[in-house]
């Protein structure tokens, strides 16, 4: 890797540009979790009903609609109400069961503001969770309207959880990454050292959220796993490329080099870095992905899907700490110890 360091890294900036668009192109694509137990009594219960009252499709869900100056029955409230229900009906998959009416007194509120219609969803669950955010799009309105229409269900909240976890991871990255610069900083005492760290463990998360995508056009990948893979990706970059790099300064210091045109001398520290370091890294990684197989057996599936997204970001990592970090350390030689820090001992 140090010897051919330019090939090294010029593969890596096409990879990771590549897994870029993969990450926003999975955005689009990650679902909600999926809950259920295998072979539990609450899944016989969902096959049940499915089986014997197939009318009521795999899950049901409740447009709401509210209105203070309108009331069930005038015109406008009317109009929202055929009007919403016409749009949740025209998405694939979902019918109505029951709308608003004098014939349904019991889907309208007593002060009558405030009126039911009761939607069926098929499909497994994360097909309903895209039916749920066409519903969404289609048929709800804005608390402002003269009729606000507004979608409550299981489905629903899944996709304001999904909004809320991509925000809220979105919100930790900016806030832990400046953080985590500044501690590499004080403990490496150079600012280079620490920015090799922070950049190993970013290029890992964006690999593995391109292996993400290329799993799920095979299975689905849902949100709390990009959300688990984003916090455990970087703490476990952080830490192993940290681990590497301080070794890699260690063996400048010792071998005296001091020259970016060193190379041999520059090589041989990366490969002593490796030969030690590394080989710690390596075992590192592969205790926690055998840590990671008591979630496979669990008999749930976010379970095995949070352990094998772990294990893809752990993978990604090690694959950057072994090829793009030495490729790196070659590159900068001496370099990795500019930006020192005068702090007292």
């Not at 010897?3 to 897994?19: D, M």
């Not at 899944?43 to 009318?55: K, S």
């Not at 009729?147 to 919100?171: M, P, W, Y």
């Amino acid at each position: 890797m140090a010897r051919r360091r330019t090939s090294v890294l010029v593969v890596w900036i096409a990879l990771a540009a590549a897994c870029g668009i993969a990450y926003l192109a999975l955005q689009n694509r990650m679902g909600a979790p999926d809950y259920s137990v295998d072979r539990s009594e609450s899944g016989r219960v969902n096959t049940l009903a499915a089986q014997h009252f197939p009318q009521l499709g795999d899950e049901q869900q409740v447009l709401v609609f509210r209105s203070g100056a309108h009331r069930a029955g005038d015109p406008a409230f009317q109009q929202a109400v055929d009007r919403a229900v016409a749009a949740a009906g025209a998405v694939s998959g979902v019918r109505l069961l029951a709308a608003p009416s004098p014939a349904a007194a019991q889907l309208i509120a007593p002060d009558k503001h405030t009126a039911l219609a009761v939607l069926a969803f098929d499909g497994s669950m994360s097909e309903r969770v895209a039916r749920s955010k066409q519903v969404q799009a289609a048929a709800v309105t804005a608390p402002g309207a003269p009729v606000s229409v507004a979608l409550t269900g299981f489905s629903a909240l899944q996709n304001d959880v999904i909004d809320v976890e991509k925000a809220d991871a979105e919100r930790a990255e900016l806030i832990g990454v400046p953080v985590a610069l500044l501690l590499l900083t004080l403990a490496f005492g150079a600012v280079a050292a620490a920015f090799a760290s922070i950049a190993v463990a970013l290029v890992g998360i964006v690999t593995t959220f391109g292996t993400l995508f290329l799993v799920s056009l095979a299975v689905p990948v849902d949100s709390l796993v990009g959300a688990v893979v984003s916090m455990i990706g970087t703490g476990v970059g952080i830490d192993y490329a940290m681990i590497v790099v301080s070794r890699f300064r260690e063996e400048l210091s010792r071998a005296g080099v001091a020259d970016r045109r060193d190379g041999p001398g520059i090589a041989g520290a990366v490969g002593a870095a490796l030969d030690s370091a590394g080989k710690t890294v390596l075992a590192s990684g592969l205790v926690v992905m055998i840590s990671l197989c008591s979630l496979i057996v669990i008999p749930a599936v976010a379970f095995r899907a949070i352990a094998g997204g772990i294990m893809i970001a752990v993978l990604c990592t090690l694959a950057v700490v072994t090829t793009l970090l030495p490729a790196a350390l070659a590159a900068a030689g001496p370099a990795i110890n500019r930006g020192r820090l005068r702090l007292p001992r």
